[in-house]
């Protein structure tokens, strides 16, 4: 007997179920485990005093009231999660706990003691509380975005919803899966049973679809989902958020609209603009042509019966039809460029050096210009271009020499890698001319800016923005440095290899 009743009482001590045993009106403490005295928190020395006196902050609180009850009616009391203020190190704090009041019978059936038993679920209520806050915050976000959610109990066919789900939908109560299904538009089937056949592989739902009202009209939703999955891996449910998005759906096609007609009119206008390259071609060029021929048979057959002022005039007359055909002509090659698709080839820069020299050699041997030039490599591009690129640059640089001092122009190469690794050919064009203010090195790429009087330089204005054009088309770039009265230098950068066959 006295081992069965150390046993017990090992048993007792040894749980981690807090333990106390209470008797008679006073609930005087008869037995209490470690795992009890742990929670009240009041020292070891509590067995024979009065429950009150352990815990005086429970007055107030409904403990002693439930075991009294207990102890006379013999009919246990069970909480789970009740609240419980503890006065632990000298501060009052809240507690959680799930616990019992159990009557104790003597062998005639008589009560004489209270059994008291709980768990500490602080945590767990507290764990519970942020849960339910967070499902709360989740529930509002949902629903003050206008979504609703979803699940599909995939055994039962039920579908359970909550949110703006029935608003959405336009139903009342329950719905099942098939009921739900048969509301979307008959055309939009096959996107939901794509939308189903890739969930299985990936477990996520994803598709648009119209829902159609009774009257026969159709809204735009989207659905998401992701399909649940016990142990085993089968299906068991799928759950998701649906979402009007018909005023969006809207939106997206009033800007398709815009953007096809945007497009169409910027065709149109490209067709005009191209049009009217042709026309200055064609019916421009050869009135200015006439122009020039009749003002040289007055000039060269009838010289002697003009005076001075006329003879001026005349050659007045000359330069601004002269001018008219600069104009004329780079207006057709700045309007055209990017229409004109032009193979990509080899090409050898110095050949394309040497065919612009001799294109120049009437202004090369006018100024007594010095052209210096290393040997340089070849590239892919497209040679009408990068003639015209190189032409512009080299023109430019004798044009705008000094009056004092022949022209000079030095060029040079180098292969570079760029940021991205690839290796591209810079190449520089040095000149001793009369310069450029560096609040103008982006200015003189722009079409038709000017940086100098037409009638102390010839030009349209033009040929520069044609040769950043060109550069942006074969995926390279010009910039300019240079410096008033000291001369200007041009960098162009070019890849060495294309990727595509046409420009």
């Known amino acids: 007997m ?30 209490a485990n470690p795992a009890m005295i742990q929670a009240w928190g009041k020292g070891d020395d509590v067995i024979g005093k009065k429950y009150l006196e352990v815990l005086p902050e429970i007055q107030n609180q409904a403990f002693a009231g439930q075991a009294l009850a207990v102890l006379k009616t013999g009919t246990p009391f069970h909480a789970k999660d009740k609240q419980v203020d503890l006065m632990v190190d000298g501060s009052l704090r809240t507690f959680y706990f799930n616990y019992s009041f159990i009557p104790l019978f003597n062998k005639a059936g008589g009560i004489y003691a209270v059994m008291n038993t709980g768990s500490d679920v602080t945590e767990l209520h507290l764990a519970k509380q942020q849960t339910q806050s967070a499902e709360q915050r ?28 029935n608003a959405i939908l336009g139903i009342d109560g329950e719905i099942s899966d098939q009921e739900l299904f048969a509301k979307l538009h008959p055309e939009d089937l096959t996107a939901r049973a794509e939308a189903h056949q ?26 998401s989902g992701r399909v649940i999955r016990d142990q085993n891996g089968d299906d068991t449910a799928i ?19 815009q953007v096809a007609q945007n497009t169409e009119e910027l065709r149109r206008s490209n067709d005009d603009l191209l049009h009217f390259a042709g026309v200055v071609s064609h019916d421009l060029k050869e009135p200015i042509r006439k122009i020039k021929t ?32 600069n104009i004329v002509v780079g207006i ?23 065919n612009i020299k001799t294109d120049l050699e009437l202004i090369i041997n006018e100024k007594g210009a010095i052209l210096v030039i290393s040997e340089l490599p070849q590239i892919e591009g497209a040679p009408i271009l990068i003639h015209q690129l190189f032409y512009n640059l080299v023109h430019n640089a004798l044009k705008f ?53 037409k009638d102390q330089f010839e030009g349209n204005g033009l040929g520069l923005a044609l040769c950043r054009k060109i550069a942006k088309r074969h ?16 960098t162009v950068t070019l890849p060495l290899k294309q990727s595509d066959s046409y420009l």
């Open 2 to 31: 006295y081992d069965n009743l150390l046993l017990l009482k090992d048993i007792v001590d040894n749980t981690p179920l807090p333990t106390a045993v209470y008797t008679g009106e006073e609930l005087k403490i008869e037995l």
């Open 138 to 165: 989740l529930r509002m976000a949902i629903e003050s975005s206008g979504m609703g959610t979803y699940e599909i109990d995939l055994a039962t066919k039920k579908v359970t919803a909550c949110g703006n789900f």
């Open 198 to 223: 890739e969930a299985s592989l990936t477990g996520k739902i994803s598709y648009q679809s119209r829902i159609v009202s009774p009257e026969g009209t159709a809204r735009w939703i989207k659905i």
């Open 239 to 257: 759950i998701g958020i649906i979402q009007d998005i018909h005023e969006q759906k809207a939106f997206e096609e009033e800007l398709k609209r």
């Open 294 to 325: 009749f003002n040289s048979i007055l000039k060269n057959e009838y010289k002697a019966d003009f005076s001075e002022n006329a003879k001026k005039f005349l050659q007045k007359v000359d330069q601004s039809a002269q001018r008219m055909q």
């Open 332 to 354: 057709l090659a700045y309007s055209t460029l990017d229409k004109r698709s032009q193979p990509v080839e080899e090409i050898n820069l110095d050949l394309v050096i040497e």
């Open 401 to 453: 020499s000094k009056a004092d001092e022949p022209p000079r122009v030095i060029i040079t190469s180098d292969i570079i890698k760029n940021q991205e690794g690839i290796e591209v050919l810079e190449i520089k064009i040095k000149d001793n001319g009369i310069g450029l203010d560096i609040v103008d090195t982006e200015k003189i790429f722009t079409a038709f800016e000017r940086l100098h009087s």
């Open 475 to 490: 995926n390279g770039s010009i910039t300019a440095v240079g410096e008033k009265d000291n001369g200007a230098e041009f």
